[in-house]
């Protein structure tokens, strides 16, 4: 990554987070959205999958339960308190109209000004490669971002009482190989986010045998610090941000 990242705007009050499994967040975006709660935004989760297929040791109907439990209290330490599952199946999903038409009505009811995603990309840093459910949740975020504002797409909405909401002014992509702007976070920001990833014990015991704790500093801290050489040095959340209107 070269040249400096331009300050996100924080002039906006909600946003809502759409991810596609419980963890996605806490990699890094976490911390961002530490800072925004702390500064009286309110922010929501959505995630398509509860990820019971992510630990390969654990039965996929008790990891769904594990994984939900561990994403809702992970939520709570950076001060989200709504946290909504799809139960689309992991690793499964299937991106296009109908799950489009499922974000935009998420969308039209949180009414967000501010919709945050994960990375879309084929790859991570241009070099491994991004898994289908991350693919497919991105882009499909992106274009529901336009859908939900759109009287004419999605007709059912309106119906259901889900009236359209154009007031999405951003799209930010978190883990994206093509950053455009950063977050500067605290030190307070940190040490939730840090809590947050570290809430996911099952999945971090099962992906790297460590302790949760010291395995959620190491990852957060290295995703901030790799960012801080375009953020005038300071700790930051990166993210490709796409305007709106």
């Not at 705007?9 to 991810?19: C, G, K, S, Y």
């Amino acid at each position: 990554m070269n040249g400096r990242l331009t300050p996100l705007p924080e002039d906006w009050r909600r946003a809502l987070a759409i991810v596609a499994h419980p963890d996605d967040l806490e990699y890094g975006a976490a911390a961002a959205v530490a800072h925004w709660t702390a500064s009286g935004k309110e922010v929501s989760y959505l995630l398509v999958t509860r990820g019971e297929a992510g630990i390969a040791t654990m039965e996929p109907g008790e990891a769904a339960r594990v994984r939900e439990a561990e994403q809702r209290a992970s939520a709570a330490v950076v001060g989200v308190g709504s946290v909504e599952f799809l139960d689309h199946r992991d690793g499964v999903i299937e991106e296009g109209v109908a799950l489009r038409r499922e974000l935009a009505a998420a969308i039209r009811r949180h009414r967000p000004e501010l919709v945050v995603t994960l990375n879309h990309h084929d790859t991570w840093d241009g070099v491994n490669w991004n898994t289908p459910d991350h693919r497919a949740v991105g882009r499909a975020t992106l274009d529901a971002a336009a859908d939900a504002g759109n009287r004419w797409i999605f007709t059912d909405l309106a119906d259901r009482g889900l009236r359209p909401w154009d007031g999405v002014r951003r799209v930010a992509v978190a883990g994206s190989p093509q950053p455009t702007h950063a977050v500067e976070v605290g030190e307070q920001d940190v040490e939730r986010a840090v809590a947050s990833l570290a809430e996911h014990r099952a999945y971090i015991e099962a992906l790297s045998g460590r302790e949760p704790a010291e395995y959620a500093r190491d990852v957060v801290t290295g995703v901030l610090d790799s960012v801080a050489p375009r953020a005038d040095g300071r700790r930051a959340v990166a993210f490709e941000v796409h305007p709106r209107g």
